[in-house]
T-cell receptor
Framework: AQSVAQPEDQVNVAEGNPLTVKCTYS??????LFWYVQYPNRGLQFLLK??????LVKGSYGFEAEFNKSQTSFHLKKPSALVSDSALYFC????????????FGTGTKLQVIP | EAGVTQFPSHSVIEKGQTVTLRCDPI?????LYWYRRVMGKEIKFLLH????????ESGMPNNRFLAERTGGTYSTLKVQPAELEDSGVYFC?????????????FGEGSRLTVL
């Protein structure tokens, strides 16, 4: 069975500093990986995805994520955090080959401190 | 273009009562998904429609949950009778392409509180 682990319930970072939100996964076959963000009282919004190709994926709002196959990780990063980045971030994975549902992690709350 | 809309945004019911949640996907999106998030836990898959057909309902907790998508447009998720553990936020998502090549578009969720 496929799974996603987000080991940090909350990440605090000062505005202007780089941020990292961690994600590791377990899946059979080649993974399809996603990051979503949920702002307060809103639905989840797609940020970025990795299907194949370059290990560094760039997405919306200046976010990027690095796929590391050997470590089965897909950490979300941003060089300089903004207060407006404060939100709940979800990592998700889908296994390769045929139909498979998308499995989400438990979410990490990012708090950017002014 | 309208996004995915869900109704109601919040429902408070007593144990044993019935609740029906509705989801209107983005027009033209054949794929419709229901997910649920219990406080602090993962967003858990419930089921997936392709048009009016159930592609995968492996995540439905039990037979108290009934999902329909008549005509392949909007979908309803009925919980009857509701139990305390059914409380959580129910998300609906839709997509045009297969999920592995495109992103999911989520609604704002329906928060269900069972007392």
């Amino acid at each position: 069975a496929q799974s996603v682990a987000q080991p940090e319930d909350q990440v605090n970072v000062a505005e202007g500093n780089p941020l990292t939100v961690k994600c590791t996964y377990s899946v059979s076959g080649n993974p399809y990986l996603f990051w979503y963000v949920q702002y307060p009282n809103r639905g989840l919004q797609f940020l970025l995805k990795y299907i194949t190709g370059d290990n560094l994926v760039k997405g919306s709002y200046g976010f990027e994520a690095e796929f590391n196959k050997s470590q089965t990780s897909f950490h979300l990063k941003k060089p300089s955090a903004l207060v407006s980045d404060s939100a709940l971030y979800f990592c998700a994975v889908r296994g390769g080959g045929g139909y498979q549902k998308v499995t989400f992690g438990t979410g990490t709350k990012l708090q950017v401190i002014p | 273009e309208a996004g995915v809309t869900q109704f109601p945004s919040h429902s408070v019911i007593e144990k044993g009562q019935t609740v029906t949640l509705r989801c209107d996907p983005i027009s033209g999106h054949d794929n419709l998904y229901w997910y649920r998030r219990v406080m602090g836990k993962e967003i858990k898959f419930l089921l997936h429609f392709v048009k009016e057909s159930k592609q995968d309902e492996s995540g439905m907790p039990n037979n108290r949950f009934l999902a329909e998508r008549t005509g392949g447009t909007y979908s309803t998720l009925k919980v009857q009778p509701a139990e305390l553990e059914d409380s959580g936020v129910y998300f609906c998502a839709s997509s045009f392409t297969a999920v592995n090549t495109g992103e999911l578009f989520f609604g704002e969720g329906s928060r269900l509180t069972v007392l």
